[in-house]
């Protein structure tokens, strides 16, 4: 798949490219896992040939994972008006949702700030942040700043590598493990506090 997309990249236009860059950045939203930072990354090696402009290009990918951002977005803020109030979810307790819901809204803010640094989960924060009903126009905001210094790294790292830019998926690949170990960890954590708090209060 990703050597089939690099050749499909290679005989696109200037501007067809950005549009692909658009694409790849915009489906990760939606159809997570996909390989678009190494993609990105690909891209980046065409600023360095000349083919296409940095900026054009970071835009373009900051395009795509804004509008990723805001559908996945709207479909937490829908799929919690159906989740709690026709309880569709029945094997999820109402009130665990609501614990959960406050949890972001406590922290929200902060994880749309690095929810692109944070591979692999971008869709779960994006559907996180619509569940908890998080300010639109602030979390659009600071969706696309993230996303704008995450594809500008990408897109600086393909321009530096030139045709070693395949030295960065080992890099990447690692860096997604680690970033996916830290939130099952804080997952697990914040989980057992939960309960523990809940049975405290039972037992009470």
Known sequence: MLESAIEFIQQLSPIGILLF???ITFTENIFPPSPSDLLLVFCG???GLGTVGFFPLTIMATIGSTIGFAVMYWLGKKFEKNAVEKR????IPEEALFKVEGWFRKWGYWLIIVNRFMSGTRAVISFFA???KLNFSI???LSAVSALLWNGILVFLGMKLGENWRSINEYLTTYGKVIGIVIAIAVIFFTLKWFIQRKSLQND
């Open 21 to 23: 860059a658009c694409l």
């Open 45 to 47: 090696t065409l600023v």
């Open 88 to 91: 569709k979810l029945k094997f």
């Open 130 to 132: 619509g569940m908890s």
């Open 139 to 141: 979390t659009l905001l």
